[in-house]
């Protein structure tokens, strides 16, 4: 949460000294029919979604452009209804979180934790991702086509999150449901204390976490690979491996000491 206070004339103002008015969206926008660009080079995060709440909800514009984000954090979080974005530019940290509905569509990178509680939609983020990607979705898509940091999809859900290049440590850590298409390298403690789900690796993966073992891919695992990377051109790698949960930990609780140290 960003801290903020009031100047000597009860400005708000952000903790960078930013002055913002109380919710009043800048309405910056050029507005052409179902479609708006505005430009977010001078304006704080609140002010941003301020403008993209305003144009989505308030003019019912479907389609939105964001210029010049300026890797700003907190941006287009919490749309909660079916629209077009475009974020010409990168993000910082927790960047498009909560979203239930709308496509984003980002031509740079982003920070971490980007896209956490995911409801539905699709995401499509052109260059890499930080850690902590896609924490805890329910559904949707989330694409990142480059690298992701350590922990992505962690406590996951629902959905589909897809990477075009490697991921780090501990990705898909407590995954309760969903899908992880790794095209690259998948690093240490893959799947740790998953509990449900699948998460495919086309390279190596350094080291399984505990209760994550190899399963058989079958037919439809083939085709929902080939239908995910039809529909966001992808380049497939020529052979993935399945990771499913080995179900040791589903009755931790019911089993003896000594049982319990052979299973972690």
């Given at each position: 949460?960003?801290?903020?206070n009031k100047d000597a004339r009860g400005v708000r103002k952000d903790v960078r000294g930013l002055a913002e008015p109380d919710a009043q969206a800048p309405e910056t926008a050029?507005?052409?029919?179902p479609t708006a660009v505005f430009d977010a080079a001078d304006l704080s995060p609140r002010l941003i979604n301020?403008?993209?709440?305003?144009?989505?909800?308030?003019?019912g514009i479907t389609e939105v452009t964001i210029e010049n984000p300026g890797a700003k954090h907190s941006v287009a979080v919490g749309i909660l209804?079916?629209?077009?974005?475009?974020?010409?530019?990168?993000?910082?940290?927790f960047g498009c979180g909560l979203g239930d509905g709308p496509e984003i569509h980002i031509t740079g990178r982003v920070g971490?934790?980007?896209?956490?509680?995911?409801?539905?939609g699709v995401t499509v983020i052109d260059k890499n991702a930080g850690s902590l990607t896609g924490a805890a979705i329910r559904g949707g898509d989330l694409v990142v086509r480059g690298h992701v940091g350590a922990r992505t999809g962690i406590d996951q859900k629902g959905g589909t999150v897809i990477v075009g290049g490697n991921a780090g440590s501990m990705t898909?850590?407590?995954?309760?449901?969903?899908r992880q298409i790794i095209c690259g390298n998948a690093g240490d403690?893959?799947?740790?204390?998953?509990?449900?789900?699948?998460i495919y690796v086309g390279g190596t993966v350094a080291s399984l976490g505990v209760d994550c073992v190899e399963a058989e891919l079958t037919s439809d695992d083939e085709e929902l690979l080939d239908r995910k990377f039809r529909i966001y051109r992808l380049d497939r790698p020529d052979a993935f491996r399945k990771f499913v949960c080995g179900r040791k930990l589903w009755n931790y609780?019911?089993?003896?000491?000594?049982?319990?140290?052979?299973?972690?």
């Open positions: 949460m960003v801290t903020v050029r507005i052409d029919g301020l403008e993209l709440r305003r144009l989505v909800y308030g003019e209804t079916r629209c077009r974005i475009t974020i010409d530019g990168s993000l910082g940290y971490w934790s980007f896209g956490e509680n995911m409801m539905s898909g850590f407590m995954m309760q449901r969903g403690g893959l799947g740790d204390s998953m509990y449900d789900g699948a609780d019911n089993l003896e000491p000594s049982e319990r140290k052979l299973v972690l």
